[in-house]
């Protein structure tokens, strides 16, 4: 017979479905430097109304902002990644960009990439041959090393808070970014905003279905910073309330530095209703593009 399951209210709600009623799956403490607003704990908690699992943190959205725009960890290219600047992290930003170039083949295509860091994954694209790229971040450091990484344009901001004036593009890049956000209702809810009429969304998380298969350190990815844990449905889910229009998604592992796979999954959606026409019929279902 199965344990009865015991819940809680929820000080921050289910962002996929908005239940409030939620199961404790662990109580995560954590030893922080004294400058740092992050809370030193919180439930990791799971939403019985639609499975997703999610830190209920304390903190409001604008904590999380402030800190990645002050302590973004990053800047720093000799221990962060997204820069390029270590052979796994560059195989991994330059096969992502083909990724990318699978469904944007025009190389005046305009690309944004909301969390850009310092830059990698543009990099990656201008040397595809891309010309009209646009990176935001909090951080202003990583903004300044964005233009320089790609010659395009790199402004402050958030996917909450997106700088005014940025227009139309064909493509949106969030690679690694919601994990991070707490709001991500009001986050994806901007996103068809900023498609053209053929524009898609490019979206890539860790895959929280497979930590355990690709475990290296304990508790790996229950850190301070990443508070959402997807797994292909809760993706899905969170982007098709938000009015966008699933294309296609999969599976993929990246080689890290250290030689082990870390799992994410990665989904393309779209805003307009002729791209679910141009899809053949049963072509809603979850197709994986290949591996790192």
Same mark, same amino acid.
């Given at each position: 017979?199965?344990?009865?399951?015991?819940?809680?209210?929820?000080?921050?709600?289910?962002?996929?479905?908005?239940?409030?009623?939620?199961?404790?799956?662990?109580?995560?403490?954590?030893?922080?430097?004294?400058?740092?607003?992050?809370?030193?704990?919180?439930?990791?908690?799971?939403?019985?109304?639609?499975?997703?699992?999610?830190?209920?943190?304390?903190?409001?959205?604008?904590?999380?902002?402030?800190?990645?725009?002050?302590?973004?960890?990053?800047?720093?290219?000799?221990?962060?990644?997204? *820069?390029?600047?270590?052979?796994?992290?560059?195989?991994?930003?330059?096969?992502?960009?083909?990724?990318?170039?699978?469904?944007?083949? #025009?190389?005046?295509?305009?690309?944004?990439?909301?969390?850009? *860091?310092?830059?990698?994954?543009?990099?990656?694209?201008?040397?595809?041959?891309?010309?009209?790229?646009?990176?935001?971040?909090?951080?202003?450091?990583?903004?300044?090393?964005?233009?320089?990484?790609?010659?395009?344009?790199?402004?402050? *901001?958030?996917?909450?808070?997106?700088?005014?004036?940025?227009?139309?593009?064909?493509?949106?890049?969030?690679? #690694?970014?919601?994990? #991070?956000?707490?709001?991500?209702?009001?986050?994806?809810?901007?996103?068809?905003?900023?498609?053209?009429?053929? *524009?898609?969304?490019?979206?890539?998380?860790?895959?929280?279905?497979?930590?355990?298969?690709?475990?290296?350190?304990?508790?790996?990815?229950?850190?301070?910073?990443?508070?959402?844990?997807?797994?292909?449905?809760?993706?899905?889910?969170?982007?098709?309330?938000?009015?966008?229009?699933?294309?296609?998604?999969?599976?993929?592992?990246?080689?890290?530095?250290?030689?082990?796979?870390?799992?994410?999954?990665?989904?393309?959606?779209?805003?307009?209703?002729?791209?679910?026409?141009?899809?053949?019929?049963?072509?809603?279902?979850?197709?994986?593009?290949?591996?790192?």
């Amino acid at each position: 017979m199965a344990e009865p399951i015991h819940l809680k209210e929820a000080c921050r709600s289910c962002p996929v479905c908005a239940n409030n009623a939620v199961e404790v799956l662990h109580h995560q403490r954590f030893v922080l430097p004294t400058e740092s607003r992050l809370p030193q704990a919180f439930d990791v908690v799971w939403c019985p109304s639609c499975g997703f699992a999610y830190a209920d943190t304390p903190a409001s959205q604008e904590t999380y902002d402030r800190y990645y725009a002050d302590f973004s960890k990053y800047e720093d290219n000799l221990t962060s990644t997204g *820069g390029g600047h270590s052979p796994a992290d560059l195989r991994r930003l330059l096969e992502t960009a083909n990724t990318i170039a699978s469904v944007a083949p #025009h190389r005046s295509a305009r690309v944004l990439d909301i969390g850009c *860091g310092n830059g990698g994954l543009l990099a990656a694209l201008k040397a595809l041959g891309y010309s009209s790229l646009v990176g935001v971040d909090p951080s202003p450091t990583c903004c300044e090393r964005t233009r320089l990484a790609c010659g395009g344009e790199a402004m402050a *901001g958030s996917l909450r808070a997106l700088p005014p004036g940025l227009g139309a593009f064909d493509v949106v890049v969030l690679s #690694h970014v919601l994990e #991070h956000v707490l709001d991500l209702g009001a986050a994806v809810g901007k996103l068809a905003d900023l498609l053209s009429e053929s *524009g898609v969304v490019y979206v890539e998380v860790p895959d929280a279905a497979r930590y355990a298969d690709c475990l290296v350190a304990p508790f790996q990815d229950f850190n301070t910073e990443h508070i959402n844990h997807f797994d292909l449905s809760s993706l899905r889910n969170l982007l098709a309330d938000a009015g966008l229009l699933f294309i296609s998604g999969g599976t993929k592992d990246i080689i890290v530095d250290a030689g082990s796979p870390y799992p994410a999954v990665f989904v393309f959606f779209g805003a307009h209703t002729e791209l679910r026409n141009s899809i053949a019929p049963g072509g809603n279902r979850t197709a994986c593009f290949g591996s790192v």
